[in-house]
């Protein structure tokens, strides 16, 4: 059966109860009625929640066969906690696991063997890349992998479509009842954002940590009320790979000058006025927009009301030269942001559902008026894929790229035409992680192409002078420089599932095949 975005879905996942995706907003004002975690009462006074060994402390929570547990990726390239509980897991003989992380990514190279053999079984995340992503893509892992988005996974976990047995949360400090903190210890991350629901509702919850802290160990980002067990151990990260000592700013004339584009416009939208909302990612071209639409502000006599989303230490600059009125923070790429979150009374902390989760009364993202984004590739439907490279294997991440692009006023896809030998833009893309009637505006190194639906993105440009073209046009230069490339070889397994944010199939990677030419 296809989908709204022409993309055919098996019958037998349809027979296993999924839906696929009917577009944009199709579940809007639909009832929830939100799952809860099972808990238990403590009446009597208590001292320490604090257990001898990581052993000890998932002994004590009964993980057996077949149960899922959970982790996030605060720590992102740095972070040893997921790999210390993997292995203690498969020393324990314990199997059949899934893990329903927030993010996967080469630090957890590691947990690729235990899907040759048999420890882990399912994979719920955002993210798969490195060594796993090509373990999932050969067809290794026992189930479809099922990938969604940041907002997507909230409202799965709260919907009770994704129940969590225990969740392991690395904290930099933690007191000896549970009240965890991303600042103040060795391997500080600046927000807990993406654990905060892991914490809410998994049945038992298990904070790690490398800084215990006199309690309490306030103000927490997870509360001690949520937490059954706290583990002191030795390193839960590397702290030079958890945070960069500043997110790069490209120097790369190219990106620079799609930057520029980004941010001129925005300049021309009606929505670029005194008060406007703003989230832009860490990836070179979208991070340097910050560095174009600070004078264009200042030319208008203009400040943002508040960013949101991953931040860097360029969004906390522009605060701090009064241009910035509160930030919403639900995770730290650079030192600069975590030492800035600390020190300013407008830098705030946010969960990730009141960021980007769908099935709320109104997730922040709700009221963003632009957002700059990355692409692997687009297509002539304006599709976006940011999970799958060339060649089919899983190696990124769909994050909050097709919420925010449903949410904002104006979504912005910053990308190269080409990438080596590869175009970007292009007549189909491999794999649709945001559809294309979300995205808005496409802005290449060729050009720029607005989505026709967008008639008044049109009409507000149209005397700004900026090189418009139509995505055709950018996908026939784009071959011209490339030709046009031979198709990825599938076959028929399905090893991952692409969730739309509200739950429904939006595309589907199937096991790859060995590369062969035509003849």
Not at 71 to 80: E, Q, S, T, V
Request: charge should be negative.
């Amino acid at each position: 059966m296809k989908n709204a975005v022409g993309r055919e879905i098996p019958d037998e996942l349809l027979k296993e109860g999924w839906k696929v995706y009917q577009g944009a907003g199709h579940r809007d004002g639909e009832l929830l009625k939100k799952q809860g975690p099972r808990t238990r009462i403590g009446e009597k006074p208590q001292g320490s929640k604090l257990v001898g060994s990581l052993r000890e402390a998932i002994q004590r929570c009964g993980l057996r066969d077949g149960m899922t547990i959970s982790f996030h990726h605060h720590f992102r390239d740095g972070d040893y906690v997921a790999n210390l509980v993997m292995k203690e897991v498969a020393e324990l003989g314990i199997r059949d696991v899934t893990i329903a992380a927030s993010s996967l990514g080469a630090a957890h190279d590691p947990i690729a063997r235990y899907i040759e053999e048999g420890v882990v079984t399912g994979l719920q995340t955002s993210g798969i890349r490195g060594r796993m992503g090509e373990v999932v893509s050969q067809g290794r892992l026992r189930t479809p992998a099922i990938l969604r988005s940041h907002g997507g996974r909230v409202r799965a976990i709260e919907e009770g479509e994704v129940h969590i047995d225990v969740a392991f949360i690395g904290a930099p400090t933690s007191d000896e009842c549970g009240n965890a903190r991303a600042v103040g210890g060795r391997s500080d991350c600046g927000v807990l954002s993406y654990a905060m629901a892991d914490a809410e509702y998994a049945d038992r919850v298990v904070v790690i940590t490398d800084t215990l802290v006199p309690y309490p160990n306030f103000p927490a980002s997870i509360h001690g009320i949520d937490v059954d067990y706290v583990v002191k151990v030795d390193e839960i990260g590397d702290p030079k790979k958890i945070a960069t000592a500043a997110a790069r700013m490209t120097q790369n004339p190219r990106d620079l000058m799609m930057a520029e584009t980004a941010a001129k416009v925005m300049a021309a939208t009606p929505w670029f006025k005194d008060g406007f909302s703003f989230q832009t990612g860490a990836g070179g071209p979208s991070l340097a927009v910050n560095r174009f639409i600070e004078p264009l502000m200042r030319e208008r006599g203009i400040r943002m009301r508040w960013a949101i989303g991953g931040i860097t230490g360029s969004i906390c600059e522009l605060m701090d030269k009064g241009l910035v009125d509160a930030i919403l923070d639900t995770q730290d790429f650079d030192v600069a942001a975590i030492e800035h979150i600390g020190k300013s009374p407008h830098h705030f902390e946010i969960s990730a559902s009141e960021y980007a989760n769908p099935a709320n009364k109104g997730a922040l993202i709700n009221k963003l008026d632009f957002v700059v984004l990355a692409a692997l590739e687009v297509d002539t439907d304006f599709n976006v894929n940011v999970i799958t490279g060339s060649d089919g294997v899983l190696r990124g991440a769909p994050g909050g790229h097709p919420d925010t692009a449903a949410s904002a006023r104006c979504c912005i896809i910053v990308t190269p035409l080409t990438r080596g030998r590869m175009p970007t833009v292009c007549e189909s893309v491999v794999t649709v992680t945001t559809p294309g009637e979300d995205v808005d505006v496409v802005i290449t190194d060729y050009g720029i192409a607005i989505n026709p639906k967008r008639s008044d993105l049109i009409e507000a440009t149209k005397d700004s002078g900026l090189p418009f073209k139509t995505i055709e046009e950018l996908r026939d230069i784009a071959y011209s420089i490339t030709g046009e490339p031979e198709k990825v070889q599938f076959g028929d397994r399905v090893v991952g599932i692409i969730e739309a944010r509200d739950g429904t199939i939006m595309d589907v990677v199937r096991e790859i095949k060995p590369f062969s030419f035509r003849d």
